[in-house]
């Protein structure tokens, strides 16, 4: 990956972990206000990840790598 691809992954990581988390959480707990809130501003994160990344995917070898990274969420949803 160029320096840029590597900082996104960086970045969406990261995400990733706090979006397993509350993933988790809400499974505990389903009825909870503050994880529903949590979820709520997760998923305005990723959308604003959405131009980036479909630049990103532009590349096969960036795409690969972040297919790869994403089945750990498939997994926990």
Do not use: C
């Not at 505990?28 to 990344?53: C, H, I, S, V």
């Amino acid at each position: 990956l160029n320096p840029e691809q590597q900082e996104f992954m960086h970045r969406y990581g990261k995400w990733m972990d706090d979006f397993t988390e509350v993933i988790r959480l809400q499974k505990k707990d389903p009825y909870n206000e503050e994880y529903k809130d949590m979820m709520d501003k997760m998923t305005l994160q990723a959308g604003a990840f959405k131009p980036e990344l479909a630049k990103h995917l532009e590349d096969k070898t960036f795409t690969l790598i972040y297919l790869e990274s994403i089945k750990r969420v498939k997994n926990e949803i």
